[in-house]
C-alpha cells in the first residue's frame, strides 16, 4: 500500500475545489446596459439647445506663409544623386593585355596619347572628357582597359569608338566607380 503525505493531499484538495466551483461570479457586476426604452427616450440636444452657428462665418482667415529652410537646391529639383560617385559592378573596355607590367603600362601610355589626338571625335556623352585608363592585373595577366560605365549600353558605344584603332578590343566586367 502506497503512503501520501498530508501535503500532497492538501494540494490535490485545492485543485479539485478550484477547478469544481460554478463558471459564473457573484457577488460582481459591472456597468448595466441601458434598456432600449431608456435610450430612446433620452433628450436630444435641440430641446435645450438655443445655440444657431449658422449667422457665424465658419471659413478660417487666409494666410500666406512662405517656407523658408535649408534643403540644398538640387534636392528640390529631384537630382539628390547628381555628382555622386558609386562603385558598383560595371563594364570597361579592355584593349591590351600581357604578362610583363611594363609592357602594359607603356601601352597605357600609348593609349593615353591616342585619346588625347583622337577625344574631339570621341562620343564625350559616353566616355566623358577624360576616361580612366587603367592598367589591372589579374593573373597572369596584365590588363589596359578604358572608361568605366555602369550599363553595357554605354560600353558598346564606347566600344564602338575604340574598335576603330584597337579592332581586337571587347567588352569586359569590371568593378567601376561612376559618377551619377
Known sequence: MRVYSPLSIFALATVLCACTGTSQTSGQSGP????????????SVAAYETFDPS????????????????????LMQGRADKGVQQTVDGFRVQVFSARDKQAAQDFREQMRLWWEENKGAAPVSVLGETPPIVVQ??????????GAFAERDAAEDA??????EYPNAFIARSTVTVTR
Do not use: G, I, N, W
Open 32 to 43: 448595466a446596459e441601458p434598456e432600449p426604452e431608456a435610450r430612446e427616450r433620452a433628450p
Open 55 to 74: 449667422a457665424y462665418d465658419a471659413r478660417p482667415p487666409e494666410r500666406t506663409v512662405e517656407v523658408t529652410h535649408q534643403v540644398p537646391a538640387r
Open 137 to 146: 592585373y589579374s593573373q597572369p595577366y596584365y590588363r589596359v582597359r578604358m
Open 159 to 164: 566600344l564602338a569608338f575604340v574598335q576603330k
